[in-house]
T-cell receptor, first 113, second 116 residues
Framework: DTGVSQDPRHKITKRGQNVTFRCDPI?????LYWYRQTLGQGPEFLTY????????KSRLLSDRFSAERPKGSFSTLEIQRTEQGDSAMYLC???????????FGSGTQLSVL | AQTVTQSQPEMSVQEAETVTLSCTYD???????LFWYKQPPSRQMILVIR??????QNATENRFSVNFQKAAKSFSLKISDSQLGDTAMYFC?????????????FGQGTRLTINP
């Protein structure tokens, strides 16, 4: 069990550019979550997958955000036309079905200049 | 909607002392979980302790224990014999027990510093 891994750890981009983050969950976990954490705040739910199906999206997830989990394994989160307000840490978590324990990765810190 | 409030932005204690972090929450539901997560400078959220709302007995994990007051909607974390490695942000979180997404609702966090 290598835990949840996220790549990259840091991303600096210019406003208007597209960025993509990757999350590799714990291998036997069916559920995968994306959260966003801004400075001084707790994480906020963005979206979640059960296997390859995206079952829920927060209203925080604007049209510029898209997430995929094509084969029910790793997931990607893409932000198009980044804005300064997108600067945050993006956390990925995974869990087994019917298990309330979420395991988090170390996050991707995005800075939009 | 559920909300979680942590009223102590920062706390600081000496090593080996006991410290209590406060958390209150608001919900009209009766079946839920409560959690304390720790986020050290490495940024990874680490589960410290969890409590099922239907259990009256307070959860304990080694030096960590909770005081769960369901009627008051209060869920405090006590850290005994604090260690330098306990220095971190601590987040209280709430999860409804429902089918579907196991969404966590987090508080704003308490920055805890353990001084040598």
């Amino acid at each position: 069990d290598t835990g949840v891994s996220q790549d990259p750890r840091h991303k600096i981009t210019k406003r208007g550019q597209n960025v993509t983050f990757r999350c590799d969950p714990i291998s036997e976990h069916n559920r995968l979550y994306w959260y966003r954490q801004t400075l001084g705040q707790g994480p906020e739910f963005l979206t979640y997958f059960q296997n390859e199906a995206q079952l829920e999206k927060s209203r925080l997830l604007s049209d510029r955000f898209s997430a995929e989990r094509p084969k029910g394994s790793f997931s990607t989160l893409e932000i198009q036309r980044t804005e300064q307000g997108d600067s945050a840490m993006y956390l990925c978590a995974s869990s087994a079905i019917h298990n309330e324990k979420l395991f988090f990765g170390s996050g991707t810190q995005l800075s939009v200049l | 909607a559920q909300t979680v409030t942590q009223s102590q932005p920062e706390m600081s204690v000496q090593e080996a002392e006991t410290v209590t972090l406060s958390c209150t929450y608001d919900t009209s539901e009766s079946n839920y979980y409560l959690f304390w997560y720790k986020q050290p400078p490495s940024r990874q959220m680490i589960l410290v302790i969890r409590q099922e709302a239907y259990k009256q007995q307070n959860a304990t994990e080694n030096r960590f224990s909770v005081n769960f007051q369901k009627a008051a909607k209060s869920f405090s974390l006590k850290i005994s014999d604090s260690q330098l490695g306990d220095t971190a942000m601590y987040f209280c979180a709430f999860m409804l027990i429902i089918q579907g997404a196991q969404k966590l609702v987090f508080g704003q966090g308490t920055r805890l510093t353990i001084n040598p």
